[in-house]
Each structure stands twice: as C-alpha cells, then as structure tokens.
C-alpha cells in the first residue's frame, strides 16, 4: 500500500495585513495550513523578515552590525542601510531611548527620529516602543500621527495602553496596530478582543504574543506560538487569525551566551559575535517553525540566514 | 488505533477473578484502555487476544535504542506531535560529522573538537552525543572501518552513512558492539543491506528520494521481518526534508500510520552545504520539526548553546516549569560582604533576574529558595513564599556563609517587608523594582550611593 497522504488544510486562513506603501509594501499572513506546510496547501505571503535599528544608533552594537552601517552618521542613513540589507523586508525602529529608567529621551525628541526615519525610506516601517506602557502610550500615539499616510506598524499596544495606541494609530491615522501580550494565548486573544471592540478592525492587527530566547523559558513561546496558531486554524477563532510578528534581536543580543567576551566566557565558548549570531538565528528559527509570520533581526549574517531559510521552506 | 476499555473488555475472560488487582474484568480493562496497567497483570487472557491487543495498544511510535552501555540513548517513542499536548519523552541527539574524505589528521582534530563542547546546563548534561561517518564515494572498505573505529573509539554512539555493503560489512566487523546505525539502506539496495544489518543487530537507516519512496522501502523492510529502523528523512532540498519530516512523524502519530513510526535523521550539515548560519537556523528547525538525531557539521559552542537550550527548553514537561536549584548564587565576583538579593527558583525567573544582574556589573549574591518552581505571584499566592519561608531559608542557608546582612526581595512582594524584618533581627530589607529589567539602574544607583 503506497503512503496516504492526509493533508491538513483549512477552510479558513490567517488574516492578510499589508504594512507599508508602494512597491516596497509587504503582506503579513494568509496561511492556511500550518507554518511551511506547503505540502499541505497554500501558506499565504512568505514569512516576513525586518531589520531592527534604535534611536540610540550604533553605540554598543556587536562589531558586525557596526561594520556594516560603516560611514552612516544620521538615523536617515541608518534607516535607508538597514532597509538595503540583504534579505530585509522591512525595518523596525525601535524606541528604546525613551525609556523612563533609561536615557528617558522626550517623546518630541523621538518623534524627530521616527519622522527621520519614516522619510527616508520605501521600505514599510515597523516601530516599536521604550517598554514602559505608560510612556508608549503617548509616545506611539504620535508616532502614529507623524507617520500619516506611510501606512506602519505601531507595536507594543499592551493590556495597559492599548486605548491610546489603538485608537490612535488604528482609528485616527489609519496605521496598523500591534498588540503585544506575553506568553499566554488567553491573554493574546483578550487583548484583540477589546482592541477590536475599540473600533479597530481585525485586519488591522498584527500580534507580538511575547518571545524570549531560546533557552530562557522559550517552552512557553513555543506552546503559545501552536496553541495560537492551532485554534487560529483548526477552530477558525476569529479572535486569534491575525499574522504574528516576533522581536527577536531586542532579547537574544541581551543573553550572556551573547554577550560575554571570549575573556569573560567559560572555556572554549569561542567569538561572542558567532555566539551571538547563533543565538539569533536558532530563536528567529524556532519562532518561525511554530507560526511567526515575521521576525525581526538585527545583524546581517542572521538576515540573510533567516531570509535563505525561508525562501527554502517556501 | 488506541482501543475504549470496552473493546477490550470483550476480548477479556471474564472471570472478575481480582487476581489482577482489580474488582472485575471491567474495571481492569478501563485501566488498560488508559494505559495505567498492562495487560499482562491477568492471566487469563487468551494468548489471541493478548498478540491483538498489543498489537492495537502499542505506541504508534517505536522506541529504538542506539549505542551500548553508558552511551545507549532511546529515540522516538512520541506520542503526541505538540509539546503542550503531552511530554515529549526521547530528546533529540546531536551527531558532528567526520568523513572518510578527511585525512587522518583532520579526524583526528574533528574528534577532539567533539569532545570540546560539554557543560551542565540546570541538571542536565550538553555535549555531542553522536558521531556521523560519512563514507566518500569510492573509499576502500579498509580505510572506512578505520575512521568507525576511531568514532566508535570515544565511546558515542556512531551512525555509518555508506551505501556501500564492503564498507558497511568491514566497519560493523570492527565496531558492531557499540551497536551503532548502519544509515545505508535505500529503494535499490535494501535488501542487501537489510541482511548485513540484520547479522550485526544494528538498528539500519532508512532513506529515500521522496516521502512515498521511503515509505515503499520501509514497508518492504518490515516486510522482511525488521523493525529495528531510523528513518533518514535528508532529501535533495530543505523543503522536501522539511516535508518528510513532518510527513513521517505525523503520519505515525496522527494518523497512525505505522510504516512510518519510527525515529527519524535528519542532515543539516548536509543540507545548509557549508553556510554555517543556515546551519544554525536548520539545526533549530529540525529540533523543533521533527529530527530524532540531527546530524550537523561541527559541534561548537555557537552551535550548541542555542540548541541546546532550545532542546532543553522543548522537552521540558509542559505541567511542571523547569527549576533551578535552591542556593546562594555569586553574581560578578561576590562575596560574603556582597549583597543578597532573593527571587524563587522558577527557571524563568532565575534566569531574567541573573541575566539583569550580571548587566548591572554589581557584585550580588542571588539567593534561591525553594518555591515550587513558580513565580514570585503565583508562589507568594500559593503560599510558598512566604515571610517565614524567606527567614527560614535565610537564617538555615545564608547567615552562616554570608557576613552582609542587607537583602533585597522582589517589588512584587513589597508587602512580606515588615514580616521578614520583624522574623530576620539584624537585617535590612530593601524592595526592588516591579521588573527585572529595572534592576540594571537601581543596583547601579545602589552602589554609586554607596550602599551596596
Ligand atoms: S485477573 Fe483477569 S479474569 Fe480475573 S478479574 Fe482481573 S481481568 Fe478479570
């Protein structure tokens, strides 16, 4: 008897989300079997891949990332790099220098830089924020404002400030909004739930369910990554359909297996920087395996690994 | 497919004898239905109905068993295709490759660099556990056994990838006892290898050129009376791999498909052909999808720090959270005149609060007490951290090492302030941010004021 093939494929599908204008826009989404099962049926757009920049520049970044924005002093230049990479797909700004326990850059300060940023490039921009909700709240809410028309991605619309950024970026300026909850499909679902119920459509969402490294409590992200994607597919919850995206670089480049000088590390751990190539890659790796529709990276080598991996599973 | 106690019950005696501890035929058959008792425990099944019933109650998945002693692992055996659905029980292995291409001296740096990777990760070992032996085409039989040898000679298992029947039948001359794969069989020359195999009672590797070709190989095989199989699922590209990996390990456990239930190798040395960071990526991929053993070029600490982790991370039980062990942990060179800075022993935990406290650089001693393996809400929640809790590990553990008597608690319980002072006399209790992250800047503030 020859092999009986039992596809799983279903009659419904993860919602498309477009961020960007033009050419250079992407879709999120529209699988309708699970992660690379092309043997199975349609997955929808190609995982996407995004390359992450900071307000902070390039202080303290691994000496790849340096080398590669060599010659590149604004954020304009930065931004316009980053979204030339190869394997790139989008680029994502992220706040961190407003962080209250940080540097606690103003939100006029950085609302400089996003228009900086969303200027000089095609590629669709993805913004994340400082991490302090209360912060977010205002300052991804004028993000929205002065990206008007660019059509991006406002990440981070938590539990605590989901009203001010989405109402904002979804309602006002007609943005796309990213609601960000942590490890827990109950909590992921609630939150697009009164997100939704704020007047932000569906197909306006895209979900950050929380990520972490691998090795750092990453079973929790691989669970919530199948639950999400099994009920988004197999019960059509309507409430759980919409593409995932994960930060990846922002918590992998933080370890200490990415972050200890060979001096420092244990015997025979070798360069941080491959380290820290490898810790990027394996976590960007398993997110996507498990249902992320997108990843977003920061060194080139792990772009361009990422960006191959999918094109070969696609 | 799993039978319902009543199926079963049918085919019982009928006796409700109790000699098998149960009070009637029923009860014990339910029993058996969920797997709790074996059918063997009554002695009065008939010998039909048992060669049926365990036939029908045997996992979709077999359970093979590579190498020998100390060094003999368990692959497959899975019953569920998600972690969260059910334990994952058998871990993917690791092999690093060695070739009979390479030159003498090179196998000999590869096998040393396989040792080089070995650590202990929260109770669990790291390091290469698998040797793959790649033969090159046109290799003479003697000089292949040579390199087993070698493999064999560290005592891991080895897996022999040759489709050459000299080369197999010489190497498992000299290594059969360590009870290595012989990874050779495929649609045009199974049954050769299937005897050499079957003479050496080694588990044999199965390949193919498409999912339905190793399935027909694999029919064939069983058909020939072995069972004893790994399944290499490497085809020409990653995507086909891809396929057959989900094909083979989802056809055995969802549609319970036997031809299919068995541990499967998946290549990716092989496949990422030198690019070191797609490497990296299939390594974690195939960790996830599906590889029983994933062969890769090299084990360095680039690559298994990450997999490694991740492995630990996928096979952990979904109802009890990894824990770490309860202790004093020195963080950047402390001291007993350190500070102490206390948190629960969830692994999670653990590792977001010690990872911000190496970031601040401040010497801290990180003391761990036993909470159950939850959070700091859950446990305090649960009972299991507790003023009391944290004055009795402190005064027990820590006052006879540690001469600093300043300790920090989490700000999530900021409330346990006073009952820990008023339980602990002559120490100072200090309340740290709500997260873990906050706590860069406020150690650093902390000893630029001069108080830790
Ligand atoms: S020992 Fe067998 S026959 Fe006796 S009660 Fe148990 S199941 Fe029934």
Redesign the pocket.
Known sequence: MPFNRKPQKFNTAINVVEIGTGDKAIKLGGASVFPFYTFDGPIGNTAKVGVEISDMGLEGEPAGVKAYYEGCTTMAEIAKKAAEMPGADFVSLKLEGGDPNGVNKSVEELIAVVKEVVDAIDAPLVIQGCKNAEKDGELLAKAAEACQGKNVLLMSAKEENYKAVGAAAGLAYNQKVGAESAVDINLAKQLNVVTTQLGVKAESIVMNVGTATVGYGYDYVISTLDRIRAAALTQADKMLQMPIITPVSSETWGVKEATADEADAPAGWGCVEKRGISMEVQTAAADLVSGSDAVILKHPASVAAIAKMIKELS | MALTGIQIFKM?????????G?P??MA??MKVAQGAVDISA????SADAIAQLSEATAPPMKTIKIGAGENEYSLGGETVLYRHEKTFVNKTRYAATLCSCMDDATIDAKIEAAKVVDYERIGERMFTEALFVNCAEGTDAAKYAEVAKKAAATGRPVILNTTCADCAKAALAEIKAAKPVLNAANAANYAEMNAIATEAGVVLGVSGTSVDELYDTVAALEAAGNKNLVLDVTMDTIKATYEAAVEVRRGAIKNNDRTFGYPSIVNVAKLADGDVALEQALAAAFTMKYGSIVVVSEMDYAMALPVFGLRQNLFTDPQKPMKVAPGIYPLNGADENSICLTTVDFALTYFLVSGELERSGVPVNLIIQDAGGLSVLTSWAAGKLSSTSVSDFMKAEVEPKIANRKLIIPGKVAVLKGDIEAKLPGWEVIVAPLEAVQLVKFLKDMQAAGQC
Not at chain 2, 12 to 20: A, F, I, M, V, Y
Not at chain 2, 42 to 45: A, L
């Open positions: 019982s005696p009928k006796k409700n004898c109790k000699e098998c149960s009637t035929c014990f058959c009554c002695p009065h099944f």
